[in-house]
């Protein structure tokens, strides 16, 4: 079984940075795709960026130029640096780890971004 666990949410103020950390543990895995998605209040979830093992990335519009993704593949470590967030970038954050034809998925940590 492969467990992911994320840290670094929190409260941030509009135009303040967070860093996300998702790092995977337990059975033997290597992930192909890593990423983030988020799920607002009242809201579906959505991708928010994805990066393959090639280092290929993909950003969701709304945080394009504002959040970067990037991974320590032998760590199993994803990360997500958010700068420039504002109110709208306020939901759960969960990781997201596939290979091996199986996905896997973090608790979640909160972000909120206080205006």
């Not at 950390?21 to 009242?42: D, E, H, K, L, N």
């Amino acid at each position: 079984q492969v467990q992911l666990v994320e840290s670094g949410g929190g409260l941030v103020q509009a135009g303040g940075s967070l860093r996300l950390s998702c790092t995977a543990s337990g059975s033997i895995f290597s992930p192909t795709v890593m990423g983030w998605y988020r799920q607002a209040p009242g809201k579906q979830r959505e991708l928010v960026a994805t990066i393959t093992n090639g280092g290929s990335t993909n950003y969701a519009d709304s945080v394009k130029g504002r959040f970067t993704i990037s991974k320590h593949y032998a760590e199993k470590t994803v990360y997500l640096q958010m700068n420039n967030l504002a109110p709208e970038d306020t939901a759960v954050y969960y990781c997201v780890q596939s290979g091996s034809s199986m996905v896997y998925w973090g608790k979640g940590t909160l972000v909120t971004v206080s205006s």
